[in-house]
């Protein structure tokens, strides 16, 4: 054993690395090579220490993380990140090649987690260690500050930067580590270095206001005396620079004892999980992370050349991109990089000389193709992968089971997945996604399809993150199948559902994940819900849900029988208790109905194809309920106006008729706060009303001889109301508009237009001009396909 290291022979050997740093990384290996200890201690929780045989497992492959969480309450978690040119990981694979002992020797999870559950919380992963980008944080962890506005945390590597006239630490730390000569004969000269520097930080500035690594250092320094007591002088030790100091220190055992009487404890369980670049990253809140891990890696991991071969790796990205990149500018960006190295006093161009280089050459200048490259590369996508054989809940057993047989592996790059209802693949897929998100493990997210709009078609967004390992130990606690813990979840829910809307919700994503068991108990809580409340906002609210988990339930084969009685029974309240509700409301309240109005109305008429059992034709009594509406003078002009809107539209109403009503609400007796209102119920809102406008002229006429005649001093107050509704139409629609009034409303009705002199306008329908844009609505409604489709399968019943 090499007395390197600033010791006697009878210390241990003493590694103080940066975390994540490949500059350490090699530097541990070839110290290592030289040292050949019988024991390696690495600063990490020691409840790891039977996982660390997995390392060598052949599926294991960085980024990969520890995980550890309390064993009654999963979402209390740390992680400590490994990658492939983490010291640490290069530390324990050095050892597991070699047959000798690994050991992690940091203060164990059962008190972290505790410690912070008693008064410190962090993010992601808050654990060992403090919130720091130096070599004092451990491997994967964070710590919020102590609230003491006197505790001044620093940073190590910037206070050594700034001493050495660098402004960034990231430079600094690449110049003096990252580009040093690689082979030197001294194999332990940069940690000797390394420490005296730590050594005379800790002096100057003590803890640096992290006081829990005291304990932390009394822990490891106890761990390291067991050790030498075992092995002799054949110890060697990998951690953060900042606790070299510390654990060189001569204390009384006595005296680490005491520091750690008393602490908390809970049960904890750890595993290995996967782990991604993206969240190696600083601006992912890890504690100890770093700017450009996919950068860290490339130096970490390329034989020779670096820069050659990253701005190849660049040009590739780029040419797969669609841009315009040659050998010619991989050529001239490696002679950039190079040429500002040497302009800046560099040893050998970093990450901001080829960023420059790929600027300049390969991007003209553009930061948009660049921002590309900092993603897909500098930070990077790279998801590592653990063994089957690592422990794991039996949730996430299941999980990975259903993920197989799907054939839909968890990725760390986002991507949009297209699913196919009719297929069966695609349909437990759909299943699988919902499930996951019923439990709070959004792994999907759903989103609008780029193709059909029919319900048998679903287009998701996939993004794998490593925290959804920790939200799968939560789920946990609901079952040991997807299925049991989504049905379980589901119940639970909603008996605790806060309001009738919710459990209406809560109905149609069971139909979604097709929870056949929960179902029953979610439709019961409902009816009972439905029966008490008598709020009409509630019940409006809680009807659209309803309609579109029978048309779910249509898709995917599910009886909906009870949910179809409850939708119509909840319409029939709507439609009793509609009309007195809409009285006496201010204009936010009014607003607000308007919007369940529109939303009774879409559901009524999803709901009136459905099996609905009850008296009478549904949609003729909401036909009814809008004519009371109409009509009513106590109810709000802007629920007026909208009831008749709704009513020309399903052509219960003739135009004529919808004129005069407009007439008699723009009369000079209404006054104007009223009449704006029942104008933006009738063309506003979103509903084509400036098209209704264009088509016809005399209600066009109606509004602008009304708007013309409203008196100066009630103008202000009602513009407001009318730039909301025409702020609304699509700009052709405006300036068609705009035109019309401009020549005058002509007098013919709702063909006037064709005498205006504007393009477009005739008495009739153009035959010829209809049918020529008749192939782009069947593209767009994907006709074409459902009938190549339903040809496919005659053809297939008939072979």
Avoid at 402 to 407: E, G, P
Avoid at 590 to 605: K, L, P, S, T, Y
């Amino acid at each position: 054993m090499s007395d390197q290291g600033g010791g006697s022979a009878a210390e241990p050997l003493l590694l103080g690395v940066r975390h994540h740093g490949p500059g350490s990384a090699r530097a541990v290996r070839a110290a290592l090579d030289a040292a050949r200890p019988r024991v390696v201690l690495i600063e990490g929780p020691p409840e790891a220490d039977a996982l660390i045989p997995l390392a060598a497992d052949e599926e294991m492959r960085p980024p990969v993380a520890l995980l550890a969480h309390a064993v009654d309450e999963p979402g209390r978690s740390a992680f400590w990140p490994l990658a492939e040119f983490s010291p640490e990981w290069v530390a324990i694979r050095w050892a597991l090649e070699r047959e000798v002992r690994a050991r992690f020797i940091d203060l164990p999870a059962t008190h972290s987690l505790a410690w912070e559950r008693d008064g410190r919380t962090g993010g992601e992963g808050e654990g060992e260690g403090a919130g720091r980008d130096e070599d004092a944080a451990g491997p994967g962890s964070q710590e919020v500050p102590e609230p003491d506005v006197a505790d001044v945390r620093v940073d190590p590597l910037a206070v050594l930067a700034e001493a050495a006239g660098y402004d960034d630490p990231e430079r600094w730390w690449e110049d003096v580590v990252e580009h040093r000569g690689v082979g030197e004969k001294d194999a332990f000269a940069p940690f000797v270095v390394l420490e005296e520097a730590m050594g005379a930080l800790r002096e100057a500035y003590g803890t640096g206001g992290h006081d829990r690594d005291l304990v932390r250092e009394a822990y490891m320094r106890l761990q390291v005396r067991t050790a030498q007591r075992e092995f002799g002088d054949g110890v060697a030790v990998v951690c953060g620079a900042w606790h070299v100091p510390a654990l060189r220190q001569k204390a009384a055992v006595s005296a680490d004892r005491a520091l750690l009487k008393g602490l908390p404890k809970v049960k904890a369980d750890m595993t290995w999980v996967p782990w991604t670049h993206r969240r190696l990253s600083r601006v992912s809140g890890y504690g100890a992370g770093i700017d450009s891990p996919g950068w860290y890696g490339h130096l970490f991991g390329a034989p020779d050349r670096p820069v050659e071969r990253w701005l190849t790796k660049v040009a590739g990205l780029l040419r797969a991109e669609d841009r315009l990149v040659s050998s010619a500018h991989v050529i001239e960006a490696v002679r950039l990089a190079e040429t500002l190295a040497v302009m800046r006093g560099r040893p050998l161009p970093g990450l901001s000389e080829t960023t420059d280089a790929v600027r300049a050459v390969m991007c003209e200048g553009s930061d948009i193709p660049l921002a590309l490259v900092h993603d897909r590369l500098v930070v990077g996508d790279v998801l590592g992968e653990v063994p089957q054989s690592a422990p794991a809940v039996p949730l996430q057993r299941d999980l990975d089971r259903i993920q197989r047989r799907l054939r839909l592996k968890p990725e760390a790059l986002e991507r949009e997945l297209e699913l196919d209802l009719r297929k069966e693949t695609d349909a437990g897929r759909s299943r699988l996604l919902h499930r996951l998100r019923l439990l709070g493990i959004e792994w999907g997210e759903p989103t609008v399809s780029r193709g059909s709009t029919g319900t048998f078609r679903e287009t998701w967004r996939l993004r794998w993150e490593p925290e959804l390992s920790v939200r799968v130990a939560e789920a946990g606690v609901w079952g040991t199948t997807v299925l049991a813990a989504a049905t379980a979840k589901a119940e639970g829910d909603a008996v605790t559902a806060p309001g009738l809307a919710d459990v209406t919700a809560l109905a149609e994503r069971c139909l979604l994940a097709e929870l056949p068991d929960a179902l029953p108990v979610v439709m019961r809580i409902l009816a009972d819900r439905a029966a008490l409340d008598a709020d009409v906002g509630h019940l409006a609210q809680a009807l659209p849900a309803l309609v579109r988990s029978l048309r779910y339930g249509d898709v995917r084969g599910t009886d909906t029988g009870a949910l179809a009685e409850v939708a119509a029974g909840l319409a029939e309240r709507i439609f009793v208790g509609l009309p007195p509700a809409c009285a006496a409301l201010d204009g936010d309240a009014a607003e607000e109905m308007r919007r369940h109005v529109d939303a009774v109305h879409g559901a009524v008429g999803l709901l009136a194809d459905a099996p609905a059992p009850g008296p009478g034709d549904l949609q003729d009594r909401w036909r009814s309920v809008l004519r009371v509406l109409s009509g009513r003078d106590t109810v709000p002009g802007v629920v007026r106006g909208r009831a008749v809107r709704l009513l020309l539209d399903d052509g219960e109403l003739g135009q004529d008729e919808a004129a005069r009503l407009m007439g008699l609400v723009l009369s000079p007796g209404t006054p104007p706060a009223d009449a704006a209102a029942w104008i933006e119920g009738f063309v506003g809102g979103g509903s084509g009303g400036g098209m209704l406008l264009v088509h016809d002229e005399r209600l066009l006429g109606l509004v602008d001889a009304w708007l013309t005649g409203v008196p100066a001093e009630a103008f202000t107050d009602v513009l407001p109301l009318l730039r909301r509704t025409f702020s609304a139409y699509e700009s052709g629609v405006r300036r068609t508009l705009g035109e019309l009034v401009r020549r005058g409303p002509g007098t013919r009705g709702s063909t006037a237009a064709a005498g205006s002199g504007i393009p477009g306008f005739a008495p009739d329908l153009d035959m010829e001009r209809a049918d020529a844009v008749l192939p782009v609505v069947r593209l767009l409604l994907g006709l074409d396909e459902a009938e190549e489709e339903a040809g496919n399968e005659l053809a297939g019943v008939a072979g």
